[in-house]
């Protein structure tokens, strides 16, 4: 069975300093991957996708990065955070084929605190 | 473009009282239609779907019906239960390219005993 991986579940990070978030998928190849934030008291918000290896899409220009060195992992970086950066990241997996299975597979999430 | 609107949160309730929450769409194409449901602390999972017209997924006592007259996926439950509160997101997928989702803003449901 399918499974993703996402860590850590909390990351407390000074202002200025960089940042690796990863994630890690099991039991499928080729899925679509996308990087999202959950700001409190706001709803989801696209950072990033990938249909593929090295392919990276930015939905929001910012000061994150993303990267997909390999078919299942997928990283988000930062090399300065700020304030803002704040909130709730989660990664997501789909099949990457339109038709019945068309859904979203969320990790866990990591509590990024920008102090 | 594509958009989802859920109502406002938070919804509170009784346990055992009707829950409904509102969601609207608009879409360019003929999109499938899902419910997402996030505990606190934890990922999204879906929660139930719906691929056409008059469709009505339904999941843990939960349902929704898949309205193209009125652009509509509101979610209902009969009775709802403590371990029901959660954040409810509304989403839509184009089912012409790409699986990029749309998602609402979410719907914090708080249901007290």
């Known amino acids: 069975s399918q499974t993703i991986h996402q860590w850590p579940a909390t990351l407390v990070q000074p202002v200025g300093s960089p940042l690796s978030l990863e994630c890690t998928v099991e039991g499928t190849s080729n899925p679509n991957l996308y990087w999202y934030r959950q700001a409190a008291g706001r709803g989801l918000q696209l950072l990033f996708y990938?249909?593929?290896?090295?392919?990276i899409s930015s939905e929001v220009p910012q000061n994150l990065s993303a990267s997909r060195p390999q078919d299942r992992q997928f990283i988000l970086s930062s090399k300065k955070l700020l304030l803002s950066d704040s909130g709730f990241y989660l990664c997501?997996?789909?099949?990457?084929?339109?038709?019945?299975?068309?859904?979203?597979?969320f990790g866990s999430g990591t509590q990024l605190s920008v102090l | 473009g594509n958009s989802v609107t859920q109502m406002e949160g938070p919804v509170t309730l009784s346990e055992e009282a009707f829950l409904t929450i509102n969601c609207t769409y608009t879409a360019t194409g003929y999109p499938s239609l899902f419910w997402y449901v996030q505990y606190p602390g934890e990922g999204l999972q879906l929660l139930l779907k719906a691929t056409k017209a008059d469709d009505k997924g339904s999941n843990k006592g939960f349902e929704a019906t898949y309205r193209k007259e009125t652009t509509s996926f509101h979610l209902e439950k009969g009775s709802v239960q403590v371990s029901d509160s959660a954040v409810y997101f509304c989403a839509l997928s184009d089912q012409g390219g790409s699986y990029i989702p749309t998602f609402g803003r979410g719907t914090s449901l708080i249901v007290h005993p």
């Open positions: 997501a997996w789909s099949v990457g084929q339109q038709g019945a299975d068309e859904k979203l597979f």
């Open positions: 990938s249909v593929g290896i090295g392919q």
